[in-house]
T-cell receptor, first 115, second 108 residues
Framework: GAGVSQSPRYKVAKRGQDVALRCDPISGHVSLFWYQQALGQGPEFLTYFQNEAQLDKSGLPSDRFFAERPEGSVSTLKIQRTQQEDSAVYLC?????????????FGNGTRLTVT | QKEVEQNSGPLSVPEGAIASLNCTYSDRGSQSFFWYRQYSGKSPELIMFIYSNGDKEDGRFTAQLNKASQYVSLLIRDSQPSDSATYLCAVYPEKLTFGTGTRLTIIP
């Protein structure tokens, strides 16, 4: 596709439910990042993949958060037993370069609301 | 101290004037610096990136970097109403770290 695609665009979950957020990066992009953006804040780093390898997951806020990219393309961010503080926009970004300082291209995000 | 600091604004600038957005960062080892524009409800969009001290110009946008002062800025010349957005400064020490953004409003 032309850009980074994320689905669903909006997700409402009841507290305690599990959710799965999908990211389709730009075709051929090696690097994939997940960010969390709370209202009025800048994006906060969650995790980074280079191809299928998860090289950095230091930003994942708890062990309820899990991300995978099994074939080095599509990635899924899973949140188990959602809590209200998980409500945020989850942004996926990709980059053509394996270098960690290359510019990122963001998807439109998934807005998660936990009730 | 936050790793990347920006004045949250709002910053109001008359149409046609120069908008100046500022950002400071704490990690002296930072090597790469980015400005993203984010319209309300949309995702961040890359505007400029700069790696070396000095100025870098692209159309109406100029990024300025001063590593000694740990300061990076974005100038927007001939501001247009369509420039009204939140501008996010992002810096690479170990991972791309964003500031909270400055909300810019261009007044017609």
């Amino acid at each position: 596709g032309a850009g980074v695609s994320q689905s669903p665009r909006y997700k409402v979950a009841k507290r305690g439910q599990d959710v799965a957020l999908r990211c389709d990066p730009i075709s051929g992009h090696v690097s994939l990042f997940w960010y969390q953006q709370a209202l009025g804040q800048g994006p906060e780093f969650l995790t980074y993949f280079q191809n299928e390898a998860q090289l950095d997951k230091s930003g994942l806020p708890s062990d309820r958060f899990f991300a995978e990219r099994p074939e080095g393309s599509v990635s899924t961010l899973k949140i188990q037993r959602t809590q209200q503080e998980d409500s945020a926009v989850y942004l996926c970004a990709s980059s053509s370069s394996g270098a960690r300082n290359s510019p990122l291209h963001f998807g439109n995000g998934t807005r998660l609301t936990v009730t | 101290q936050k790793e990347v600091e920006q004045n949250s604004g709002p910053l109001s600038v008359p149409e046609g004037a120069i908008a100046s957005l500022n950002c400071t960062y704490s990690d002296r080892g930072s090597q790469s610096f980015f400005w993203y524009r984010q319209y309300s409800g949309k995702s961040p969009e890359l505007i400029m990136f700069i790696y070396s001290n000095g100025d870098k110009e692209d159309g109406r946008f100029t990024a300025q970097l001063n590593k000694a002062s740990q300061y990076v800025s974005l100038l927007i010349r001939d501001s247009q109403p369509s420039d009204s957005a939140t501008y996010l400064c992002a810096v690479y020490p170990e991972k791309l770290t964003f500031g909270t953004g400055t909300r810019l409003t261009i007044i017609p």
